[in-house]
């Protein structure tokens, strides 16, 4: 059944006893009436609840001020981006169209919907497409992809230093006494090169041998990690690509009767909302999403406006959250 149907500019001139161009002119606060009118107009309008459709007004002059979002179901960071750059595009005039990633919806059909929608821009979160993709669409609006590093003068980034990032999860985890330390991949994903790169290159600052353990970017991919390391044999502790594969190895080496964190330490990555829950306190690395999603928005609105941009990508550094998980050994 249909909803209520929303009050029109006819509506507002039936109710105040005037013409639709009368009310076109009070409502764009353009001249031509008198304050006597515009009071009548107004008050007409309130007691409807008729309120002016600004994105029309914007599309009407060619603007949109609409930036596309594009992230994807099965990252829960992904969410604390999106809250923050709803906040980020606020602050600058803008509101956030957005478009989901799903398991049987492709990054194609999810930017193809946002172009319908004429946004002026698109925020990529963690692209999984290729960059020559990237270059054809920023040759079409502007394009900041937030979470992954992507090589094109086209194409603008926001991202976290993973490389670092997992330099901060071993440092943490040495400090600790731990030596026989393994990171669970994430494969192919957006972030899981560099992170690699940053565990291999502490692992060898230490003296110490690298195990990398296949992974991904859900729970299951997490339990099916732990089960290796069960029947391969457990490290001291164990890095993981990010928090939501963390909480399914947790799981399962938990329901092995294995101690966390004596037995063995755990580190995730993000710090996203699900790390933080009291029944699981991962420690992680967290990446600071207010700070990705605000310059993802401005160099956006940057773009948009013409504005000279120094450098083509901006790169945050991360830090380590220490929780229940990891401890002296």
């Keep these: 059944m249909a909803g209520p149907r929303r009050p029109t500019l006819e509506d507002v001139a039936a109710r105040a006893g005037v013409s639709r161009a009368l009310v076109s002119i009070v409502i764009r606060d353009a001249p031509g009436a008198s304050p006597r009118t515009r009071e009548r107009v107004r008050r007409a309008a309130d007691e409807i609840g008729y309120r002016p459709d600004a994105r029309a007004r914007l599309l009407s002059r060619g603007r949109s001020r ?176 990010n928090d939501r594969c963390a909480t399914g190895l947790l799981d399962v080496v938990r329901r092995a009767g294995v101690d966390v964190p004596g037995r063995l330490g755990v580190v995730g990555y993000d710090d996203s909302r699900l790390a933080r829950l009291s029944h699981v306190a991962l420690t992680t690395v967290a990446q600071d999403a207010d700070r990705l999603t605000e310059l993802a928005v401005t160099r956006a609105v940057q773009r948009l406006d013409g504005e000279p941009v120094a450098e083509r990508e901006l790169v945050v550094a991360p830090r380590l959250v220490a929780r229940s998980t990891t401890a002296p050994r």
């Design 66 to 241: 609409l930036l596309g979002v594009v992230f994807g179901v099965q990252h829960a960071f992904h969410g604390d981006l999106v809250d923050g750059l709803y906040l980020a595009a606020e602050r600058l005039g803008y509101d956030v169209a957005l478009s989901a990633v799903t398991p049987r919806r492709d990054e194609e059909r999810a930017v193809a919907g946002l172009l319908q929608d004429r946004c002026e821009a698109l925020v990529l979160l963690g692209p999984g497409m290729p960059t020559s993709r990237l270059a054809a669409l920023a040759a079409q609006l502007p394009v900041v992809v937030v979470a992954r590093a992507v090589r094109h003068r086209a194409v603008d980034v926001v991202r976290t230093a993973d490389d670092e990032g997992l330099r901060l999860a071993v440092e943490h985890l040495v400090g600790l006494g731990h030596r026989r330390i393994a990171h669970v991949d994430g494969g192919r994903a957006p972030g899981a090169a560099e992170r690699r790169r940053g565990y291999g290159a502490a692992m060898a600052a230490h003296g110490l041998d690298p195990r990398l353990v296949p992974g991904g970017l859900t729970e299951d991919d997490g339990a099916a990690a732990a089960r290796v390391l069960l029947a391969e044999g457990l490290p001291d502790a164990v890095t993981v690509f």
